[in-house]
């Protein structure tokens, strides 16, 4: 989302929300959108 935004939570989250937050924000995206 945020380019600009390059700290350790940030990468880290990022790596994992490949697999987890992908699942999660399928199922999110539905309700949410």
Do not use: R
């Amino acid at each position: 989302m945020i380019e600009g935004v390059k700290t350790p939570f940030y990468i880290k989250a990022h790596s994992y929300s490949s697999d987890s937050m992908k699942s999660i924000s399928t199922e999110t995206d539905e309700e949410v959108w």
